[in-house]
């Protein structure tokens, strides 16, 4: 298949070229950064970042893309479903 872009980088802005689903765990981080995160189902997302600090996304809409670079989706707090870690 041809890639007219692959002589470009590939930045943090760029479109995400793999999603990975996403089991979310309160001591398990994510195999890889993401460069967003997308919510197949509604609901909170609990996260911790790359510096240690959690915040917990409140209301997120289905098929929203969360454009944060979380080292863990956490299980205690998060009712969001169907998660795709995008990078």
Known sequence: MEDRF????????APAT???AITPSD????PFLPRAIYIGGAGDLAT???DGSDAVWKNLPAGA???FRPIMIKVTGTTATN???LD
């Not at 692959?6 to 802005?13: E, H, L, T």
């Open 65 to 67: 893309v969360l454009p």
């Open 83 to 85: 998660l795709l870690a």
């Open 48 to 50: 911790r970042a790359e």
């Open 27 to 30: 001591s398990q981080s994510l």
């Open 18 to 20: 793999r999603a990975v």
């Open 6 to 13: 692959d002589d470009f980088a590939s930045g943090i802005s």
